[in-house]
C-alpha cells in the first residue's frame, strides 16, 4: 500500500482524510515555516479546528479558508496555493527588500521610524547595526546639520593645531570632538525621537505601521503585486477560500457551516451549533491587562468600533460589511456619529480577528476599539459612556496555545509546532519499558541518534548561518537528508527532558542574551511547561533555527525563506506520519513507522482520570474543613446553602426547583471521591496515581502512577462568550 502520509502524487478526498486539529504559535519566521507544513499535512489530513496567534493567527486564518476552499469545492487546489506562499513571500522588489519586508510599509509620518529600527533586523553584529542607524539618522536635517557643524568646527581646530605643530594636543582634540560628535549624534536622535517621530508614531495607534498602507513603487509593485499587510492578508485569505479581494469577506460562520449544504445558513447563524470548521485566535486587551479570545470578544462587555478606525486599518471590501453587519445598538450606550457595534461572532470577517491577534507592539499599531464603562457617572441623558480599549498581539499573553481545543480523551490528534532558538535545545531519550522505568532500572539513556542532530546542540556550527545549503533540493525531504538534523519529535511515551536555553555561553557580555531570556521566560513560562507535559510533548514537532532566524526579522533573502519553507515541510512530514495509521515508512529514517495516536489517547485519559481522582479527594475534604471552619465562624454550612436556609444573603442561589439535584448531585460526587479513597486504603493499585515508594531514585517512575510532570485540574474564569465553551453538550443518551 502507498504511504499515504508521504504521497505527494496521492489525491485527498474527504472519505480518504484524517481529521486533525492544529494550533500555530507567533514569531515572524513562523509564517515562513508554516505554510509548508500545512500543504503537506493537507494531503492526509482535513483540519477542524484551527488556533493561532500573532504571526500564528495569520497562518490559521489562511488554514481555515483553504480548508473552506476545500471542502466547499470554490477551491480544491487551495492547498498548493498555500504551499506556495513562502516562494512569493520571498520574491525582491527593485528597491531590493522582499514582498515579506513590504508587507510592514510605514504610513507617511512614522516612515522614518521604520528606516531607523530596519538596520536591527538586518544581523551584522552591534557595530555595523550601529553603523546603519547613524547613516539612515543623517537623513534628518536637525541631526545633519548639527553634525556638520560640529565636525566643521573639529576640523578647523584640528588644522590650526596641526599648523601649529601641538601634535599631542591635536590628538586629545580628536579624541574630544569624537566623543562630542557621539553625544551630539545621540542628543540630537533623542529630540527627534521625543518631539516628532514618537507623537507620530502614538498618534498611529503605538505603532509603525496600521498594516493597511500600500508600498509605492510604481510600476514595481504594480508588477509583483506589492500590497500591505492587511490587504494582502485579505487577498490571500479570500483567495484560498475561493473568492475574490472585493466578494464579502470570509466569515467566521462560513467556516462553521462549510460543505454542509443546505443547512448552511442556519448553521452560520447559530453559534451554539456544531463547527464544521472551528477557528479561535488570541489577543491582548492591554486596556484591561487580560487575554482575550476572538470570535467571540465580547467579554465582559461589549464592543464598538469608529468607522474612521475600522477604515484606517481594513480594506474598503471589509469595512462595508462590518457596517452592513453591524450589531445592535445597546439602547443603554450613548450613541456617537459614525460608531457602530461590532458584529455578530457568526458574522465577524476573518481578516479582522487575524488582524487583532497579529499587532506586534512598535511594529504594528494596537487596534482601538470602544467598550462601555460602567465605573464612571453617566451622561446627561443617563447613558453609559463609551471607553476606548486597545487590543495588541496575541502573543504577548499566549504565544502557543497548546489548549485551545484539548478535551479529556481526544477523538483527533492536535498538531502543534515548536521553533527552537539558536541558543535553546531540544534533547531526546531513549523509549523506556511497559513498566515506565528505562531498561537499567536508573535513569533513562540517551537516544545517541537524536543527541548527535544540531537540534540537540545549541549554537552548534551546523545551526550558524554560515552552514546553509547555497540551495535547497526540489521535492519532499528524503530519509538521511541533512535537513532532519533541525527536526525533532518525541515519540509516544519517551521522556522528554526539560530543554535548556544557553544564554550563558553567548559571545561578548553577555547583557543582550541575558535580558532577551528574562523577557521570553515572563512571557513563554506557561506555553513552556505545556510542552514537556505528558500527552502534549508528543504531539509537539520542534523545528531549530539559525542565528539569523527568528525574532523581527523582516527582510530574510529568498535562500533563508527556502532554507526555512523545506524545514516546515519536513516538520509536516514527520507529524502527519506519526499519527496515521496507514502511513509505513518513517519520512525521517525510513524505517517501519510508529503511530502514536492509540498512545496519546491512552496518556490523556491517564491525565484525566488522575487528576480528576485528586480532585475529588480535595472537594471532599474541603466540603468537610470548610463546614467546620463555618461553625466556629457561626456561618451556614454548605446544605444550608443549597437548600436556601442560609442565614446569610447569596449570589447565585440554587433555584428552587433545582435545589434537590444540587443535593443529591454534590453528595453523590462525595460518595465517589471517598469510595475510591477506600478502595486505595485496602489495594493500593486502586488509584489512577500510584504514588513513589520510599526511596524510590529520583528520575524513576513506579509502575501505577500517572503520567509525570502531573497534571492538576483547576479553576479558571473563560476568556470568551463562546456558547459552546459555557456549557459543555449533554452526551448522546444513545451512547450512555
Known amino acids: 500500500m502507498a504511504d499515504a502520509a508521504i504521497d505527494p502524487g496521492r489525491v485527498a478526498t474527504p472519505e480518504t482524510l484524517l481529521d486533525c486539529d492544529v494550533v500555530m504559535a507567533g514569531g515572524v519566521t513562523s509564517g515562513i515555516i508554516y505554510p509548508g507544513a500545512i500543504a503537506v499535512i493537507a494531503r492526509r489530513y482535513s483540519f477542524h479546528s484551527i488556533g493561532g496567534t500573532s504571526v500564528g493567527a495569520i497562518a490559521a486564518a489562511v488554514t481555515a479558508a483553504a480548508e473552506y476552499g476545500r471542502r466547499t469545492g470554490a477551491n480544491p487546489k487551495a492547498f498548493e496555493q498555500v504551499g506556495a506562499l513562502p516562494k512569493s513571500l520571498g520574491d525582491t ?3 531590493g527588500h522582499s514582498r515579506l519586508f513590504h508587507l510592514f510599509t510605514p504610513e507617511p509620518q512614522t516612515k522614518p521610524l521604520l528606516a531607523l529600527v530596519t538596520p536591527l533586523f538586518g544581523g551584522g553584529g552591534p557595530l555595523r547595526q550601529a553603523a546603519r542607524i547613524f547613516k539612515v539618522s543623517l537623513s534628518t536635517w536637525q541631526v545633519a546639520v548639527s553634525m556638520a557643524a560640529i565636525a566643521a568646527i573639529a576640523l578647523a581646530t584640528l588644522v590650526a593645531l596641526a599648523a601649529a605643530g601641538r601634535p599631542v594636543l591635536l590628538i586629545v582634540c580628536l579624541i574630544a570632538f569624537l566623543a562630542l560628535l557621539l553625544l551630539v549624534w545621540l542628543t540630537m536622535l533623542a529630540v527627534v525621537l521625543a518631539r516628532r517621530w514618537l507623537p507620530a508614531w502614538r498618534r498611529n495607534g503605538y505603532g509603525i505601521c496600521t498594516g493597511n498602507w500600500s508600498p509605492q513603487n510604481g510600476a514595481d509593485a504594480a508588477q509583483l503585486g506589492l500590497q500591505g499587510l492587511t490587504p494582502w492578508m485579505n487577498r490571500v485569505v479570500q483567495a484560498a477560500a475561493g473568492r475574490a479581494e472585493t466578494d464579502p469577506p470570509l466569515t467566521f460562520g462560513d467556516l462553521w457551516s462549510a460543505g454542509q449544504g443546505g443547512a448552511t445558513t ?21 486596556s484591561r491587562h487580560r487575554i482575550v479570545q476572538l470570535p467571540f470578544l465580547e467579554s465582559p462587555s461589549p464592543l464598538y468600533a469608529e468607522v474612521s478606525v475600522l477604515e484606517r486599518y481594513f480594506p474598503p471590501s471589509v469595512v462595508d460589511w462590518m457596517k452592513a453587519r453591524a450589531g445592535d445598538y445597546d439602547p443603554r450606550v450613548e450613541v456617537r456619529p459614525r460608531v457602530i457595534r461590532l458584529p455578530k461572532p457568526q458574522d465577524l470577517p476573518v481578516i479582522f480577528g487575524a488582524r487583532l491577534s497579529l499587532s506586534f507592539p512598535v511594529l504594528l499599531s494596537a487596534v482601538p476599539l470602544l467598550t462601555p464603562d460602567f465605573a464612571r457617572p453617566k451622561d446627561s441623558n443617563g ?10 498581539d496575541g502573543g504577548l499573553v499566549s504565544n502557543f496555545p497548546i489548549h485551545f481545543f484539548d478535551s479529556p480523551i481526544p477523538s483527533r490528534p492536535t498538531f502543534c509546532f515548536n521553533l527552537v532558538s539558536f541558543d535553546a535545545e531540544v534533547p531526546n531519550v531513549e523509549w523506556p519499558d511497559d513498566e515506565g522505568r528505562d531498561q537499567d532500572g536508573g535513569v533513562p539513556k540517551v537516544d545517541i541518534r537524536e543527541a548527535e542532530k544540531p537540534i540537540a546542540q545549541p549554537r552548534a556550527p551546523a545551526r550558524e548561518a554560515a552552514s546553509r545549503p547555497k540551495a535547497q533540493p526540489s521535492g519532499d525531504p528524503q530519509p538521511g537528508d541533512p535537513v532532519w538534523g533541525f527536526i525533532s519529535m518525541t515519540k509516544g511515551n519517551r521522556f522528554s527532558p526539560v530543554p535548556f536555553t544557553a544564554f550563558d555561553t553567548a559571545h561578548g557580555t553577555g547583557i543582550a542574551p541575558f535580558f532577551q531570556t528574562l523577557l521570553n521566560t ?8 505545556m510542552l514537556i507535559a505528558p500527552g502534549v510533548r508528543d504531539r509537539v514537532v520542534n523545528i531549530a533555527l539559525r542565528d539569523d532566524e527568528g525574532g523581527l526579522n523582516l527582510d530574510m533573502s529568498p535562500k533563508v525563506i527556502a532554507d526555512l519553507d523545506r524545514r516546515g515541510c519536513a516538520a509536516g512530514l514527520l507529524i502527519s506520519a506519526r499519527f496515521d495509521p496507514q502511513a509505513q515508512q518513517d519520512p525521517e529514517t525510513g524505517e517501519t513507522n510508529e503511530e502514536i495516536f492509540a498512545n496519546h489517547r491512552w496518556v490523556r485519559y491517564r491525565n484525566f482520570m488522575a487528576a480528576f481522582e485528586d480532585l475529588s479527594r480535595r472537594f471532599a475534604r474541603s466540603r468537610r474543613t470548610s463546614d467546620k471552619a463555618a461553625l466556629v465562624r457561626d456561618e451556614s454550612l454548605l446544605d444550608d446553602m443549597i437548600a436556601g436556609k442560609a442565614k446569610e444573603k447569596l449570589g447565585y442561589p440554587a433555584p428552587r426547583a433545582a435545589q434537590p439535584y444540587f443535593q443529591s448531585a454534590t453528595d453523590d460526587f462525595e460518595r465517589l471521591a471517598l469510595k475510591m479513597a477506600a478502595a486505595t486504603r485496602v489495594d493500593p493499585n486502586a488509584t489512577f496515581d500510584r504514588p513513589r515508594s520510599p526511596g524510590l531514585a529520583q528520575g524513576r517512575q513506579q509502575a501505577g502512577a500517572a503520567p509525570r510532570p502531573k497534571m492538576r485540574a483547576r479553576l479558571r474564569p473563560l476568556i470568551n462568550n463562546d456558547p459552546r465553551e459555557e456549557i459543555a453538550e449533554l452526551p448522546d443518551p444513545s451512547e450512555v
Open 383 to 392: 447613558l453609559l459612556r463609551l471607553r476606548r480599549v486597545w487590543f495588541s
Open 522 to 529: 515572563a512571557r513563554f513560562w506557561s506555553d513552556n511547561q
Open 93 to 95: 522588489a527593485e528597491d
Open 266 to 286: 442556519e448553521v452560520a447563524a447559530d453559534p451554539t451549533a456544531p463547527r464544521a470548521i472551528d477557528l479561535a485566535m488570541i489577543a491582548s486587551d492591554i
